[in-house]
């Protein structure tokens, strides 16, 4: 049963739920969170279906099983596919997000969109009596979400549990090879990201695309043969490339260096030493009389070449 279809019954009791990802090493496509719950009543059966540490199965038996657990209305899953481009712009930003940070972000958003839906991972029992009432989430052993880690355990589990403080967090190193349910997640994220890798359409034009990529990941050489060939000297690398990778840094010595005129001004020592202050947008249009060109840099120092070189001047008025 995937997420988006209507909550069955068994949803509405007591539940588990377990997280674990796929492609968090690669250097090429998405990386994929995945979850699995059930009914905590069907664990002993759900660890009767053969799931196990999707790395140790072949791809044909994760295809099967994958098959398997999306037929079975007494099984729920879910996916978060992160594309390799925001993975590098969160990584680059300014204030950098590093692959911790949004790992364990992704793993939350599937704990908030599946508590959305309705699915009971916490037992919430209201007790009354004729004054007051009462209402006790239980924390019992059996009622838990169980993810593997990232990063140290301990610290990943309070993390959690300060987010979703209603819900018991077991967090492990090896949980998709010790809990049949992280079993059943990872096949989840596997096969989801194999599937999205086999399909991706390249967003790029160029002759001589080819998709003879490889695994994807740093260490393949037909990965590495790929990236060679599929490298451009001013636009980088397609789509597809994580390029934030410190596998993409050895090719950056054959890609074009770009320097910014107004940059190139500053460090020649051009511009004036005088340190003009930058005009304020509220001053825009309040007089008509023409400004000094070294009062209108948007560096605040001296205006950019690019103007000066095209006779460039500010209106005030049209």
Request: hydrophobic residues 35%.
């Amino acid at each position: 049963m995937e997420s988006e279809s209507t909550l069955p019954d068994w949803a509405s009791k007591p539940c588990i739920m377990g997280i674990d990802e796929a492609g968090r090493g690669p250097v090429l496509g998405p990386m994929v969170y995945g979850c699995l719950y059930c009914a905590r009543s069907y664990e002993k059966t759900l660890s009767t279906l053969n799931f196990a540490d999707s790395k140790t199965l072949k791809e044909e038996k994760r295809e099967e099983l994958f098959e398997k657990l999306k037929a079975n209305e007494l099984i729920g899953w879910a996916v978060d596919v992160i594309d390799p481009r925001e993975l590098s712009a969160k990584m680059l930003r300014k204030i950098k997000i590093n692959l911790n940070e949004i790992s364990h972000d992704s793993a939350s958003g599937l704990v908030t969109r599946v508590l959305n839906m309705g699915v009971l991972l916490t037992d919430v029992r209201i007790f009354f009596s004729l004054k007051r009432m009462w209402v006790f989430p239980l924390m019992h052993a059996y009622l838990a979400v169980y993810v593997d880690t990232v990063g140290d355990p301990e610290k990943y589990r309070i993390k959690l549990s300060e987010r979703f403080p209603s819900i018991k967090f077991v967090v492990a190193k090896k949980a998709d090879s010790l809990y049949p349910v992280v079993s059943g997640a990872s096949i989840v994220a596997k096969v989801t990201r194999d599937r999205a890798l086999r399909d991706w359409v390249l967003d790029e034009t160029a002759e001589n695309m080819t998709r003879n990529f490889g695994s994807g990941y740093p260490g393949d050489p037909e990965t590495k043969s790929w990236l060679e060939k599929h490298q451009h000297s001013v636009f980088g690398f397609p789509s597809l490339v994580r390029f934030s990778w410190g596998t993409c840094t050895s090719y950056s010595k054959n890609m074009v260096e770009v320097v910014w005129e107004s940059d190139k001004t500053e460090e020649d020592g051009s511009s004036s030493s005088s340190g003009k202050r930058q005009l304020k947008l509220s001053s825009f249009g309040v007089t008509t009389s023409k400004r000094k060109s070294e009062e209108i840099g948007s560096s605040g120092k001296s205006r950019c070449k690019f103007f000066q070189s095209r006779k460039l001047e500010q209106l005030a008025n049209f």
